[in-house]
C-alpha cells in the first residue's frame, strides 16, 4: 500500500523551480550592484574628464574671455544633466536591487526557518532607504556633485555675458540643488518602502 506522504511530482519541480530563481535573483543582485558601482566610476571619469578639458584648453587660451567662460558654462549644465540622469538612475536601481535582495531572502527564509533562528539578519526584507548601505553615499554623492556642476554653470554664466562673478549665486545654487536633489531622493526611497510594507 502506497504512503499518503508519497513525494508529489509537482514538488519536485516547484522546488527545482524556486531553486532556479534563488540562483538567478543572485546574478540579478550582483547585476544591481554592479551598475551601481558603474554609475559611480562614469561620475568621476566624466567630472575629471571635464576638469582637464578645462585645464587643457585654459592652457592655449592663456587669457579668458566671455567666450571661454561661455564654453565653461555650456560644459558645466551638460555635465550638470548627465551626472543627474546618473543621479536618477543609481535612485532608481536602489529599488531593483532592495526588490530582488527582499526576494531572496524570503526564499533563503522559506528552506532554513527550521535550521536557523527566525531572528536572522538575513530574513530580514531590505529597505530602499538605509544609511549604512553603500548605495546611499553613491547616491549622495552624485547629488552633491551634480549641484556643484550647476552652481559652476551659474558661476560662470555672469563673465559669459560680461558681467562679474557672484560666489554668493555659487553657493546658493550648490546648496538649493543639493537639498531639492537629496531631500526628493530620501522622499522617494522612504515611500517606496511604505508602499512595499502596506502591500504585503
Known sequence: MASNKAINPSDDKRLDFTQKDFEL???QL????????SALKYLFSISSGAASL???IYGIVKTPTSGFFGFLSFLSIVVFLTTLI???SALHNRIYFVLTA???NRIRKHFMQNIIPDDN???EPRKALN???VHMCIIIGAALLSSLFLGLFVYYLNPAMGQASSLAAFWTTISIAAFIEIAGGITYLYFQDKKRKSSK
Open 25 to 27: 535573483c543572485f546574478e
Open 30 to 37: 550582483k547585476f544591481y550592484d554592479d551598475r551601481e558601482i
Open 54 to 56: 578645462v585645464f587643457t
Open 86 to 88: 546618473l543621479y536618477c
Open 102 to 104: 527582499s526576494h531572496i
Open 121 to 123: 539578519y538575513y530574513y
Open 131 to 133: 544609511w549604512a548601505s
